[in-house]
């Protein structure tokens, strides 16, 4: 699986990395930073919550 951010949709609310802390930090504005885009097996649920909840829909996860 693999997770991408929509920049032109992003506001920065921090759901993305609360859910998916192992992949997604914060930078000091508050927008995410991404260590990578691979999400490994045991965190693909964790990227379909994060993708889910993010209340800008900026998330996409994909196969």
Same mark, same amino acid.
């Given at each position: 699986?693999?997770?991408?951010?929509?920049?032109?949709?992003?506001?920065?609310?921090?759901?993305? !990395? +609360?859910? =998916?802390?192992?992949?997604?930090?914060?930078?000091?504005?508050?927008?995410?930073?991404?260590?990578?885009?691979?999400?490994?097996?045991?965190?693909?649920? !964790? +990227?379909? =919550?994060?993708?889910?909840?993010?209340?800008?829909?900026?998330?996409?996860?994909?196969?």
């Amino acid at each position: 699986m693999s997770i991408q951010i929509d920049w032109r949709r992003c506001q920065g609310h921090g759901v993305c !990395a +609360a859910a =998916l802390g192992e992949i997604i930090e914060r930078d000091e504005s508050g927008y995410p930073l991404m260590k990578t885009h691979n999400v490994p097996e045991e965190l693909h649920s !964790a +990227a379909r =919550l994060a993708q889910a909840t993010c209340p800008a829909a900026a998330l996409r996860a994909t196969r």
